[in-house]
């Protein structure tokens, strides 16, 4: 099979062309590495020999269609966006640009090549609102009311996916996806608390909190996330599908389970919260269980585990050589 990842340089994106290349897929790669980096394609480029292809292209460009067309991928993996509800709200049109108008590009280029299927990273942590606390975890069903442009965003492209199968018969599956975390996510952007917090306790660095730390996320680990993926692109069609772990962890709780994994007391620093943040979030993965056959399998303390070795490592390296990465 042919598979595209846009966004592939990114931190789950490079994961999942890890996994596509490992099970003898031949990959192309669509990044304009603006936040995905190729470091982060080191063992896919070892590993990939003529099956992996990376092209440096923006999605939101006329020639993202015009690849697809050429390369004829039988399944289009769309990762690639900005994935910052902060930085939606402070600037939407750009969040739209990319996150909107470059899916369309994607859209178009898979309608023209007869691409199989597209599946959509999502996002289950925006795409519902505030629920109520007695409907947590969330199913599928509950409404989709985003409070951030970026959730409204995701929504949008949602739409457009179910017209694109009903007008053009282009199936998808979407995957609307908790809080991601694991290896190669980047600890300098604004999301990613995992990686914030591992890189503060492996440095030795003040740790800050936004608000009072009550707040709760829904904490998946990127290989079960991969895994999703690699279901994804022949199962779940037509459907959304929520990726998590139907659990609720603080910001307070996982400062504590990472504190301990790291035999470190930091020193915490509180600073207001972010305006259009939900206040708690878990999603429920069932219908992801019967439609994918999926589910996740890394517990919290085994995946932090995993991230803080990794911050160690980076420790080593100087203040400004930052990795970057993409996420969900």
């Known amino acids: 099979m042919r598979a595209m990842v846009t966004g592939g340089a990114g931190f789950i994106g490079s994961a999942l062309v890890d996994r596509l290349l490992a099970e003898g897929h031949d990959v192309d790669v669509v990044d304009d590495l603006s936040s995905g980096s190729l470091t982060n394609l080191t063992e896919a480029r070892a590993i990939g020999g003529r099956a992996l292809t990376i092209h440096q292209l923006d999605v939101r460009l006329p ?9 004829r991928p039988a399944v289009i993996f769309h990762l690639a966006a900005r994935v910052d509800a902060r930085l939606s709200i402070a600037d939407p049109v750009l969040d739209a640009d990319v996150n909107v108008l470059g899916s369309l590009r994607v859209l178009e280029g898979a309608r023209a090549a007869g691409t199989d ?114 279901r994804a692109a022949t199962k779940g069609g037509g459907l959304v599908c929520n990726i998590g772990t139907g659990k609720e962890t603080s910001v307070n709780e996982l400062l504590a389970t990472m504190s301990a994994i790291a035999g470190v007391v930091p020193e915490v620093r509180h600073v207001p919260a972010h305006p259009g943040e939900v206040r708690r979030s878990a999603l429920d993965a069932r219908r992801a269980a019967i439609h994918l056959g999926w589910r996740p399998w890394t517990s919290i303390e085994e995946g932090c585990a995993v991230v ?6 980076r420790g080593a390296a100087p203040e400004g050589s930052k990795l970057h990465s993409s996420e969900r």
């Open 308 to 313: 803080l070795e990794e911050a160690r490592r």
């Open 63 to 71: 020639e993202t269609t015009e690849l697809i067309l050429r390369r």
């Open 117 to 230: 299927r597209v599946v959509y990273a999502a996002s289950g942590g925006s795409l519902y609102g505030e629920p109520d606390e007695a409907e947590l975890p969330i199913g599928e069903s509950h409404p989709h009311r985003p409070l951030s442009p970026y959730g409204v965003g995701k929504k949008a492209v949602i739409d457009y996916l179910v017209a694109y199968r009903d007008l053009y018969a282009l199936e998808f599956s979407a995957l609307a996806l908790a809080n991601v975390y694991g290896p190669r996510q980047d600890p300098y952007a604004e999301a990613g608390v995992v990686a914030i917090f591992a890189r503060a306790l492996a440095t030795g660095s003040p740790v800050t909190v936004f608000g009072d730390g009550h707040q709760t996320r829904d904490y998946v680990y990127v290989d079960d996330v991969v895994d999703a993926f690699a």
